[in-house]
Nanobody, 124 residues
């Protein structure tokens, strides 16, 4: 069993920064990809960023590229998302996820385990 818990969400003004963290517990898989997704009310779940098992490779959506940075610390079983220059359109519930991903690293279907989500609200 793998459990993921997000933290760090909150309310921030446009242009501000937040750092989200995801802690894993239970059985972990060193070869699993980890990723962040977000979902705003009335919208589909959206890919944000992903990172390979060894942290060598990262992927980001066009909407956050250059503003968000994903990282992981396998020794601590944690993953982080540093969010800078936040915009109102970044407002959503952010979820961390882990799984085999493979060719589906930008799709929710590529991930087997999910956190409960943390709310990020960016005011204009």
């Amino acid at each position: 069993q793998v459990q993921l818990v997000e933290s760090g969400g909150g309310l921030v003004q446009a242009g501000g920064s937040l750092r989200l963290s995801c802690a894993s517990s239970g059985r972990t898989f060193s070869t699993y990809f980890m990723a962040w997704f977000r979902q705003a009310p009335g919208k589909e779940r959206e890919f944000v960023a992903a990172i390979s098992w060894d942290g060598r490779f990262t992927w980001s959506s066009d909407s956050v590229k250059g503003r968000f940075t994903i990282s992981r610390d396998n020794a601590k079983n944690t993953m982080s998302l540093q969010m800078n220059a936040l915009k109102p359109e970044d407002t959503a519930v952010y979820y961390c996820a882990t799984g085999a991903a493979g060719s589906k690293l930008r799709m929710p279907q590529g991930y087997d385990y999910w956190g409960q989500g943390t709310q990020v609200t960016v005011s204009s």
